[in-house]
């Protein structure tokens, strides 16, 4: 089994005022990566709006049905990404890098509502 920084870090010793410095410092840097794994999905999900758009705009229209259901499976992924990343952006104590991850996560999940609500509109407007 491979395990994540933050598991790592949760196992490492703290007896010590070192140890327990260490341990945090690898729990902060965990918790980072943790962050990122949910905000690289929601980031490749952004690059699958302006093609999606593009098929239901000009595709074939008896794929419209499945066009609406993947906007609407995106737009739930980067759903799941905003909230992960905010589970864990709570515990991490670098305040610089909460408040712009916090507003990238923000931006990306307000372009998925954009995305969705266009799709779904042009798709309607499709016969």
């Given at each position: 089994?491979?395990?994540?920084?933050?598991?790592?870090?949760?196992?490492?010793?703290?007896?010590t005022a070192?140890?327990?410095?260490?341990?945090?410092?690898?729990?902060?840097?965990?918790?980072?990566?943790a962050?990122?794994?949910p905000l690289a999905l929601a980031e490749k999900i952004s690059v699958l709006w302006s093609s999606l758009k593009q098929m239901v705009l000009y595709g074939n229209i008896g794929c419209k049905s499945d066009a609406?259901?993947?906007?609407?499976?995106?737009?739930?992924?980067?759903?799941?990404a905003y909230y992960n990343v905010l589970i864990n952006?709570?515990?991490?104590?670098?305040e610089a890098f909460k408040v712009a991850t916090q507003r990238r996560v923000s931006e990306?999940?307000?372009?998925?509502?954009?995305?969705?609500t266009t799709i779904l509109d042009a798709a309607e407007k499709r016969t």
């Open positions: 089994m491979i395990m994540s920084g933050l598991q790592v870090a949760l196992k490492m010793p703290k007896k070192e140890e327990i410095k260490r341990r945090e410092a690898a729990m902060q840097e965990g918790l980072k990566q962050v990122g794994v609406q259901v993947a906007a609407k499976a995106l737009e739930t992924a980067v759903y799941g952006l709570k515990d991490i104590s670098d990306l999940l307000q372009e998925a509502k954009d995305s969705v």
